[in-house]
């Protein structure tokens, strides 16, 4: 009996340490939690700003993004070589997807040798991969043959801050937000980075090492997927170092486009503050309109190979049952994910026109004041109609604005081509049948 009772109070004893471990596991991580929001809450001073600066730096160089400043040829042999190797690496999903020929299946391992839609998911690895393939070109050609590239500006803000010189015409708020997202941008990209690489490593290598191989089959695809997967990573950081700089740009820009609004509000009841804010303006908009220069044949065609890549998700993940139930949620949940992305992508673009719009408003009534300035009169109603034939924003081509309606118009055009892929293939199926 007495043994009875004391393993009962042991049991007792044993019992509250394990709820008040519990109890402070979960203050603890609340803490945690707590401390990491308060840390995302934060301004970021000036001097994290530089340190994230310094560390992109680092990986510029160590994963081999080179611009004219470069002097190394290490630097840019080694980039022009992981890009053609990349390319060359790409290429063999088009020729897997377009060849059923053992032996070329076997030098070039074909992860999906085994699978039945083979064919089809060389083809759709193939189209995902070229798209990173052709922000790479353009990241090359964008830091090493444009004079005066848009991420330039990025780097002049950092100076800017560096030198105590001003932050480039935004008001304080706006550098806050800029700064904060410009440092948090950088961590978000290394760790968004590696995490993509480590998850394509194990998806490929649980691909090749699940399905039925002979022992030299496996040894060749293993061999070229760490191979492929390390040149690939540079590509990568690559992508991701180009996305980054768009989309703090982009920031940027619709920071800039407030602090003007509030400069308007405050600071224009003298001539000369009028023609400081025209002269300002005039420089933000010469820099947006090359800004809209350079990346309007990218823009397009991005969007555009976005556009069929989505409508291809799209159209098998609802009309195609694939044999592995795993690639079938794949492609359900990618079939919800694309379509929202993007449109969530137009509409965060859609706030510059807003912005532009409202500048416009208040450029056509600052027209209107009393001046006897004709030099001033004359810059008012050049900006003024400079304006009003082209809207401020960002342009997928020279005529095609981003706007509010472009996420509507977007979802229209892929449910266009949804249906003529639809009625082309099942046309197709029946006419076979």
Not at 70 to 87: A, D, E, G, V
Not at 180 to 207: E, P
Not at 305 to 320: D, N, W
Not at 358 to 381: E, G, V
Request: hydrophobic share 45%; with cysteine.
């Amino acid at each position: 009996m007495n043994l009875i009772y004391s393993l009962i109070s042991l049991l007792m004893i044993v019992t509250n340490l394990c709820k008040q471990l519990r109890v402070k596991l979960k203050i603890k991580m609340i803490n945690k939690i707590n401390e990491f929001v308060q840390r995302l809450s934060t301004k970021c001073e000036p001097q994290d700003l530089i340190v994230a600066f310094e560390k992109l730096k680092s990986i510029e160089r160590a994963k081999f993004i080179v611009n004219k400043s470069t002097t190394s040829k290490f630097q840019r042999f080694m980039c022009y070589f992981i890009f053609i190797f990349n390319n060359i690496a790409v290429s063999r999903y088009l020729i897997l997807g377009l060849t059923n020929d053992k032996t070329l299946q076997f030098i070039l391992g074909d992860h999906f040798a085994t699978f039945n839609e083979r064919t089809f998911f060389n083809i759709m690895i193939y189209l995902a991969n070229y798209q990173g393939m052709t922000m790479n070109y353009f990241n090359i050609h964008l830091n090493n043959f444009v004079d005066k590239p848009f991420t330039r500006i990025l780097e002049d803000y950092v100076e800017s801050i560096t030198t105590y010189k001003g932050e480039l015409y935004l008001s304080n708020y706006h550098n806050r937000l800029v700064r904060k997202w410009y440092t948090y941008g950088i961590r978000i990209m290394i760790f968004f980075t590696y995490l993509i690489v480590i998850y394509a490593f194990i998806t490929n290598f649980l691909i090749v090492v699940t399905e039925r191989k002979d022992l030299r089959t496996l040894y060749v695809q293993l061999s070229l997927l760490c191979v492929f997967q390390y040149f690939k990573h540079f590509s990568s950081f690559s992508t991701n170092w180009f996305l980054l700089h768009w989309f703090i740009t982009i920031l940027f820009t619709y920071c800039r486009l407030s602090s003007f609004t509030t400069v308007f509000n405050n600071q224009l009841e003298s001539s000369q503050g009028q023609k400081t804010f025209i002269f300002e303006l005039q420089k933000f908009n010469n820099w947006l309109d090359s800004f809209n220069r350079q990346i309007s044949l990218t823009t397009l065609f991005i969007f555009s190979y976005l556009s069929f890549f989505t409508v291809v998700i799209v159209y098998y993940g609802s009309q195609h049952n694939f044999v592995h139930t795993g690639i079938n949620v794949l492609f359900r949940v990618a079939s919800v994910a694309s379509p929202l992305i993007i449109s969530l992508f137009c509409y965060f673009v859609s706030f510059i026109p807003r912005k532009g719009k409202r500048l416009h408003l208040m450029i056509y009534k600052l027209s209107t004041f009393n001046c006897k300035d004709a030099q001033l009169m004359l810059k008012r109603l050049e900006i003024l109609d400079r304006f009003s034939y082209r809207k401020i924003g960002l342009y997928l081509n020279e005529n095609k604005l981003i706007c509010n309606h472009f996420s509507i118009i977007f979802l229209l055009e892929c449910i266009g081509l949804y249906l003529l892929m639809y009625t082309n293939i099942n046309k197709r199926a029946l006419v076979s049948y």
